[in-house]
């Protein structure tokens, strides 16, 4: 149950030590090949290769389909072995297993000949992206299709063509997902929740997952006032199946929480707050954002988007909010096949771990302390605390930080709403707290 | 006590339809020639012409001059027969015959030669307009004066002038004014307030007369959660005389009001807030305007302007905004003769009933919805809710709309707080909350 | 105990009347020269001085050194005879006859030879500002400097030099600061603080001196609501020792505070807050340099700074905030032998004055009132308050400011309420309320 060092993250399984970033996206080409679905195998050969680099044991669920969560009925299992479009003359058109994006996702078995008018009707494509594979789904639908580059699509010319999608919706099958817990010295959870259920989609969100793991490694090595709950799940049924087994257990635990996605992609930090807006979770990442002085956009909650529209709805308003970059929808790459592991680069996949860091940090270590010599300054320079030279400004940013908790320090403040406040960094806010909790200046 | 149909309005008295507004500028074109003042034999025409207009009864109030009305007292009926200026020739240099703006409202009787110094001291022109005849009025000082464009007066040339103004003070006359109640199943009342009492000014504010005349048929002809009340009364005295006769009637009930004027003439709409600032109404109007994409201007409260300073007075503070095109004393026909029908165009007039309609559309749909389904989202694909091809971004907007209304339907979020916070249209969320409704996600 | 006249401060001692600028300005020359420090005989000199222009008895108190003081001890008298830096040829090199400035503040006595090399340790001098003396001190540690300018200091060219400072540490002796208390209607107090214990520097702090002592005639001669305690303290331990004195006494009643310095010196003022942030005492400041249309700067309270940081201490959090034109650190002068009479202007200690005295009246009239007439508007025309020529504009901003005033004298909004929010000065409204009182309609 004890959790494995960083090293074992870093270079899993060989043992030959590489850089964190060049382990971060090994992974992630390593996951990229997987076929995967909101059910089935995909998922758990997912779970299988992250539980080798997560730094605990990471508690793989089945929850048989037909099971209700909260308003919804857990999915038959869907698998596909093979799937292809054949021409007259026997070429393999369209094949699955070039590209596992060349089929809509859950579609149905078919199996014989149809017209190309017939065919057309269950294509997908992008005109103005012609050479791309898009991603379509169809959970809840009962149909078929095939996905594939607009350029091959104009190249159909038979009349018919044979179509088979070999793939099974199993009634007694199950969905899978997996959660990690790191305690802490308190029952309170930091929650971290990433969808596994895309396949072959680099950023969204093989970036996520990868970023998590090396977070997960971080974290187990630390001590930890939180405790830390790892998700990955399959979007919106996964988030509602755990909600719905966990609505009596940890969710009233979760005091702060993310979804991440979208991590390993171009641009800025984008930050979507919870619904409440100003959760500590909240303050705590755009605090992080501005002392690492990345640019970034705090963007406001909308009910549309990742798995924080489960966590923040009305029954449950957990205070989650979504870390990315670039938004979904947002670049030309999204939900196509140009999302792959070229797309995402070692630093930018370091880059947010580095965020996320520092997020858990400033969760970790802010607390409201009390003055205990409330009136008046205390003098400092007999506590070594301060430099004594009174007319000169040497050290004044040292004596600014001191001075700050000092003042706020009534109770009442928190060293979040100092460092919001004093704009100075609040690393420095927590060293400047250790040392006047060291000189019995603050409790 | 039932209404009338809207096609009364649009046609009366002929009955042959015409457009609705070239309907309101036909009555505005009516009431303009009529010589109002706070009191009079004109408010009683004036009265006597809207009520064949009106979808309903309309009450009409005579309250005896001397009547003590809150900090007031009703003045004398003023009633005025003849008045001019006469030069040593005979000649009617001044004759309100020809434009009742020539005499100051309120005049004392006067007859009698008066050198043309002391007829000057007398005389009101606008130098800088030099075309136009001013508006002005002496209610409380007992003094007389005629109005007259600055070229006219430059003309004056005789020694001596005969003037007469015969008008009587009645101290047992009354002061007139009317209501309209349209019940709804609510005792709770929107109180629409117009002024009556300006003569010959067509923007200010036959324009506010004949647009609440129109909308009280607009709302006649439909299923009303509000009472509404429309008063058409005499400037500052009318209002407070209604105020001092329903302070524990009416005043109790009224949940949002609006003060209606200068809605013909040109510019943009002002919306002048309620003493409260954020109330119900004002967010309405707000949004109202909002939503049309029309160009307008939100105005804080003051004290100074119509009747909303008496119904915002610290003793009702009732919440009550005003709602103007360009505002007075903001464009250079105010209160002059070249306020005339003219000013007021048909399209204008349609433009702030079209709003007025919104408006009461927004606080008669404005409710707080409680989700039923709130743990999660629930699922909107199986109630024919929601598109269910997961992929793709097809009817977004309908799911962003759906999901808000959902997402805050906590009880403590109305109609009005969702389409602030989202963005999005009122109409929009008071469809999605009946589609919602229907299939039992909300309550 | 009662006040003198303020022609008294215009021209002491010989009773010559000169303008008050002048006068101002004629006190900071005699006050410039007095080598002050946080203790000693400069203090006791400067507050001898002080109480010949003040309005009524100084206080001027004695505290032991070695009383403990909150967290603080009351330190040894310092004083100093002599002090000089000789060179082989026995030319007083440094001269702390030359310029007070010289010497480190608190230095230990020395003397003896030194190396060129061991007395550059002690030498502290501006590279940048090289005609210029720094100011330097060393309260708390037990060192010993001399300060220069950096020409000067580039000319010391000898092997040895013979240093003397012959100044004592008395542990028998005491720390000296000044208060007058000119008492108002009320035992509620405000608190005016200036530091005195910088020696020969003209705008730090021996504007704030004059500037106070200034106000406090001023407000001797005039009726007082508040008591009013001006506080003449060495820097940061007179303010925690008069702190520590009145902490069951002086301290609760103080309801408003000022941090008075860097008055006379170039730049618009700039008002930090205290650290309640809109406590009335930093919106009585905002509103009197609004009203009097002074470019002006506000800042938010940080916890570094003049005695502010004192009184808004965790267990105090006094409403003071701090009043400068360009702050400290800010301008080139500052703590420097350029910061000399020369640098002060009597214009800008006039304006200063002229600020102070508006934020007196603020605090002295602001009061909440209550409409005795609340429903709908009074009739302001029969009471005379009210021209009544309705359709004109004429006298209409001083209607605005009957009707600000009646309409927002709720019981809860204060006339610097109804400023804020009307924009209207401050002094109208204070005119208007008197007016409305005297009609019986306000109370």
Redesign the interface.
């Known amino acids: 149950m004890s959790s494995t060092s960083e090293a074992a993250f870093l270079a899993p399984p060989t043992g030959k030590p590489v850089g964190q970033s060049v382990a971060m996206h090994r992974l992630l080409r390593k996951l990229y090949p997987i076929g995967r679905s909101i059910t089935g195998e995909g998922v758990r050969q997912t779970l299988r290769m992250l539980e080798q680099y997560l730094p605990a044991g990471l508690q793989v669920q089945e929850v048989p389909s037909g099971t209700p969560v ?3 009925v857990v999915p038959p299992e869907w698998n596909i072995r093979q799937a292809y479009v054949r021409d007259t003359q026997g070429r393999h058109v369209i094949d699955f297993a070039n590209h596992n994006l060349h089929v809509v ?1 859950y579609s149905q078995p078919v199996a014989g000949w149809f017209t190309r008018a017939e065919l057309e009707e269950h294509l997908h494509s992008l005109p103005e992206q012609p050479d791309l594979i ?8 009962a149909s078929w299709g095939f996905c594939l580059a607009h350029r091959q699509r104009e190249q159909l010319q038979d009349e018919v063509y044979e179509v088979c999608i070999d793939a099974t919706h199993d009634p007694a099958g199950s969905l899978t997902y997996g959660q990690l817990l790191l305690p802490g010295s308190s029952e309170e959870e930091v929650l971290i929740s990433c969808h596994l259920c895309h396949p072959s989609l680099a950023n969204d969100n093989i970036s996520g997952l990868v970023v998590a793991t090396a977070l997960a490694n971080w974290l187990a090595d630390r001590p930890r006032r939180y405790s830390y709950r790892f998700l990955f799940v399959p979007a ?1 049924i996964g ?2 199946t755990w ?2 087994q966990h ?1 009596e257990t940890a969710v009233p635990c979760v005091r702060h929480g993310l979804v991440l996605s979208l991590l390993g992609g171009p641009g800025q930090f984008t930050y979507k707050a919870s ?1 409440a807006g100003a959760a500590e979770v909240d303050r705590a990442v755009a605090l992080a954002l501005r002392d690492l002085h990345e640019p970034h956009e705090l963007r ?1 909650f ?3 988007g990742y798995d924080e ?2 966590y ?6 957990l205070p989650v909010g979504c870390l990315t970059r670039t938004p979904f ?1 947002e670049f030309p790459e999204y ?1 196509t096949s140009a999302d792959n592991p070229d797309f995402v680069t070692q630093q930018q996949l370091t880059g947010s771990l580095r965020l996320l860091r520092r997020v858990c940090r400033v969760l970790e270590q802010n607390q409201t302390y009390q ?1 205990l ?7 400092l ?2 506590r070594g605390l301060y430099k ?6 040497d050290g ?1 940013q040292w ?2 930080v001191l ?2 908790v ?5 109770g009442r403040h928190s060293l979040l709403d100092i460092a919001e ?2 704009g100075l960094p609040f690393q420095l806010l927590h060293k400047a707290a250790v040392a006047l909790r060291a000189t019995q200046l603050l409790a």
Chains 1, 2, 3 share one sequence.
């Open positions: 909260l308003d919804w996702g898009p991603y379509r789904t169809s959970y809840y639908g919106t988030a509602i909600l719905a609505q619904e406001l909308s009910p549309y529209r489960q923040c709805s009305p029954g449950f308003r929808g939900h003055n010599s409330p009136y008046g300054e205390p003098q320079g007999r004594t030279v009174g007319g000169g400004l004044q004596q600014m001075l700050w000092l003042n706020q320090s009534d406040r004093s």
